[in-house]
């Protein structure tokens, strides 16, 4: 069990995308492999697993709470973490959580947050793995969002 303050050092990062919530659910939820990585499974439900991979790294997620235009959150039940020279990685987000929320600004504005639960300074993949959120985040989902809507 995480206390408050393990909490505050899970990683988050939030984006502010030219967008709507339909089409932002829609980029969580069916259209990973167009910002993320490859998926082979649409996720329509709580309970669906899917899994996004890059040839031999990959994570397996179930979802655990689907809650339509607003929020969506997935725990890594499997995965293969792969990072140049770091080792004993491979199974460090199993265990994590993925909660994404979807909170309108305006009718084309949107606000993207990603909370993932033990992604924390202390494991080793944080440093890589934080940094590479924040440009599938701030980068190449936003990218993907606001160019589909122009």
């Known amino acids: 069990m995480s206390t408050h303050k393990e909490q505050n050092k899970d990683y988050r990062k939030t984006v502010l995308i030219s967008s709507n919530k339909e089409d ?9 492999s167009n910002w993320w990585g490859n998926m082979d ?15 031999k790294p990959w994570f397996q997620f179930k979802v655990i709470e689907y809650n339509a235009l607003k929020s969506i959150t997935w725990e890594c039940i499997d995965c293969n973490l792969i990072i140049d020279d770091l080792k004993g990685i491979e199974k ?7 909660q994404w929320n979807i909170m309108p600004i ?6 993207v947050s990603l909370v993932h639960q033990g992604l924390i300074p202390e ?8 940094s590479t959120w924040d440009s599938f985040i701030g980068n190449s989902l936003k990218k993907y969002l606001e160019e589909m809507n122009n």
């Open 123 to 130: 494991i080793k993949c944080y440093k890589v793995c934080s």
């Open 24 to 32: 932002v659910f829609k980029s969580l939820t069916e259209e990973l």
């Open 106 to 111: 305006n009718s084309n504005e949107v606000e």
């Open 92 to 98: 460090e987000w199993v265990g994590t959580k993925l």
């Open 41 to 55: 499974n649409i996720v329509q439900k709580e309970g669906d697993i899917f899994t996004i991979s890059w040839g």
